[in-house]
């Protein structure tokens, strides 16, 4: 009997189960008797799910934005599954899309076109913390806040965090190169990868878990799988980095009002005033969280989400900062700074877990509560903090000039540069929107997708973002790898 993935909480706080309308009927896809045995016989009977009711879930993604019909989807619990899954859709060259727990934002890990979705999400429970070399492994269907749960254990943390922890998986985090609230101070996921063990499209297995800090014998793999986005191989297990967890943590949250001599009213004035007093906040040191978040936001959080109303409701901007160290150091450091600073107009500050968790969901809600306004245009972009400000007044001019009734929620990760422009409005098939927004970001040297990856969403935009000469190589790469070219095809790669 085929059965359904128990239920887990899914990203972001919203689950999004709803089948996409081109779902079943007739025109559904199918493979056959034959490979659908193939399957069956490789990951067991209950796990090959042809059925509409079960595969739904899987089938769109959590914008509500991508997805289509999948043939099937195929759910193996071991990394030998994987492999002879693998080995009977490349022999027969049927298109798989790999897929973690379907948090992605950009329509990576979803089917297009009848492909079959290669669930990782059996591949979980098999997590071991080595407390003296500060490493974790883990399958690839674990989640961040199993590994999170995991480390803190032993005294160590992951050094990532995002607001999807309860269902993002680390295989995913691999293949889309997760960034985070964390960036700041840890760097992205692949700064935290220390090896893997993963699939090629003809089943042969990649084991890289060395874990060794230097270990210059050969091509970085693991390096190169992680933002690959399962076009180079399916990763099925991952060695993590850690760090030790610091003594104490220091929350705050921190009003601005932004003054007129930093521009004309609005987002960009805002973002400079941000990055004046982030910048300071930076010098401090021991700063592992730099977020901004903005007024239209954070009225939307409160609403949604209920929260109590921000330090000083009048602000133009609020910082979400974390440092670590000795709690009076670090409190009083902070303090001095923000209590003196002519820019700060009021700050909440948080040392127990219950009190930061509740700062950072001024923050961490956003996703969910701009879901509640439709299905939104969510563009990821990064530019020299130099260009930051510039970027964020152009593109909500750019924006409200053409789509005067649209509503542009803008927040992130201003230590990294990384600001998330959300587009409500314009339809979510008309990309008008994103190619205005993107368009900016090219011009300012930015990158057009920071840290949710390329997917689908972002695939037109590949071949203005890189060299002819990188994509070359890309695509040299693919074809060494994927020759048959089975592994998420339409994904991150543009044709040519
Ligand atoms: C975040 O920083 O919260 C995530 O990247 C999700 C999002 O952009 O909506
Ligand atoms: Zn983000």
Redesign the pocket.
């Known amino acids: 009997m085929a059965s359904a993935e128990p239920s887990r909480k899914a990203g972001?706080g919203r689950h999004v189960s709803e089948p996409p309308a081109a779902l079943g009927g007739g025109g559904r896809p199918r493979l056959g008797p034959r490979l659908e045995g193939a399957l069956r016989a490789a990951v067991g009977e209950g796990h090959l799910l042809t059925d509409p009711d079960l595969t739904a879930s899987y089938e769109r993604d959590w914008t509500g934005r991508y997805g289509g019909p999948a043939a099937a989807v195929v759910r193996p619990g071991t990394t030998d599954e994987v492999a002879a899954v693998l080995r009977v859709l490349s022999a027969e060259s049927v298109a798989v899309v790999p897929q973690g727990g379907n948090t992605g934002?950009v329509g990576g890990g979803v089917p297009r076109a009848g492909e079959v979705v290669l669930s990782l999400r059996r591949l979980r429970g098999d997590v071991h913390v080595d407390p003296e070399d500060r490493l974790l492994e883990a399958g690839a269907g674990t989640t961040l806040a199993e590994a999170q749960q995991a480390a803190r254990e032993v005294g160590l943390e992951v050094g990532l965090d995002?607001?999807a922890r309860d269902a993002a998986t680390l295989g995913g985090m691999v293949a889309t190169n997760a960034g985070?609230?964390r960036v700041v101070r840890h760097g992205p996921l692949r700064r935290r990868l220390a090896g893997l063990e993963a699939v090629l499209a003809d089943g042969t297995v990649v084991d890289r878990r060395g874990g060794l800090l230097k270990d210059n014998v050969g091509y970085d793999l693991p390096g190169l799988f992680a933002g690959s986005e399962g076009t180079l191989a399916v990763v099925t297990r991952v060695l993590l980095r850690l760090e030790p967890l610091p003594a104490s943590r220091v929350a705050a949250f921190v009003a601005l009002r932004a003054p007129e001599a930093l521009g004309t009213p609005g987002a960009g004035r805002a973002t400079a005033t941000a990055l004046q007093v982030g910048r300071e906040i930076l010098r401090l040191g021991g700063i592992e969280v730099l977020e901004v978040v903005y007024p239209p936001g954070v009225r939307l959080v409160c609403e949604h989400a209920g929260l109590p109303a921000p330090p000083d409701p009048g602000a133009d901007a609020w910082l979400l900062v974390e440092a670590t160290g000795d709690d009076e150091v670090t409190t009083a450091r902070l303090g001095a700074l923000l209590d003196a600073h002519p820019l700060v107009s009021a700050t909440a500050v948080a040392l127990d877990a219950p009190g930061r968790a509740a700062l950072f969901a001024y923050r961490?809600r956003?996703?969910e509560a701009i879901a509640r306004l439709g299905v939104a245009h969510?563009l990821?972009v990064a530019v020299p903090l130099s260009r930051l400000a510039r970027l964020a007044a152009e593109v909500v001019d750019a924006v409200a000039a053409r789509w005067p009734d649209a509503a542009t929620v803008l927040f992130?990760?201003l230590g990294d540069g990384n600001l998330?422009v959300n587009v409500v409005g314009p339809p979510p098939d008309d990309d008008e929107v994103d190619a205005l927004v993107l368009g900016i970001v090219l011009a300012h040297g930015g990158s057009v997708s920071a840290?949710?990856g390329v997917g689908v969403a972002r695939l037109p935009f590949v071949s203005r973002a890189r060299h002819p000469g990188d994509l070359a190589a890309m695509r040299a790469v693919k074809r060494a790898l994927d020759p048959r070219g089975v592994l998420n095809p339409g994904v991150l790669i543009p044709a040519g």
Do not use: P
């Open positions: 972001y934002l995002l607001a985070g609230v961490e956003h996703t969510k990821d992130g990760h998330h840290e949710h």
